[in-house]
Nanobody, 131 residues
């Protein structure tokens, strides 16, 4: 029910903007999270934005200062803008929707977050950062 787009091949230092949209429900009512899964690794949380009424954001440490999140309510879309991409950002990126606030957990202190309560998921879009 969620569809991601915008992935592709980009050189290190480049930028991409991922989109997450839904056709059957309004994203403004939900917290929207982005996850990623690199080859051979577990899925990890990347970022999350609360519903339209509480747009607090959360980012995993490795992307702070490089990634931003914002909503376009008219297009029913949430964007993950990624700058200064690094090879370690290579992964399949998934968006998910659920609840109204981002429920952030850190199973490993200092490690990537998990965003609990996500009900709807997309199928992912591949981001490859390589020269």
């Amino acid at each position: 029910q969620l569809v991601e787009s915008g992935g592709g091949l980009v050189q290190p230092g480049g930028s991409l903007r991922l989109s997450c949209t839904a056709s059957r429900f309004t994203l403004d009512y939900y917290a929207i999270a982005w996850f990623r899964q690199a080859p051979g690794k577990e899925r990890e949380g990347v970022s999350c934005i609360g519903s339209k009424s509480d747009e607090r954001t959360n980012f995993t440490n490795s992307v702070k200062g490089r990634f931003t999140l914002h909503r376009d309510s008219a297009k029913n879309t949430v964007y993950l803008q990624m700058y200064n991409l690094k090879p370690e950002d290579t992964a399949v990126y998934y968006c998910a929707a659920g609840g109204h606030m981002c429920v952030v957990k850190h199973p490993v202190p200092g490690g990537p977050p998990i965003y609990n309560g996500m009900e709807y998921w997309g199928k992912g879009t591949l981001v490859t950062v390589s020269s």
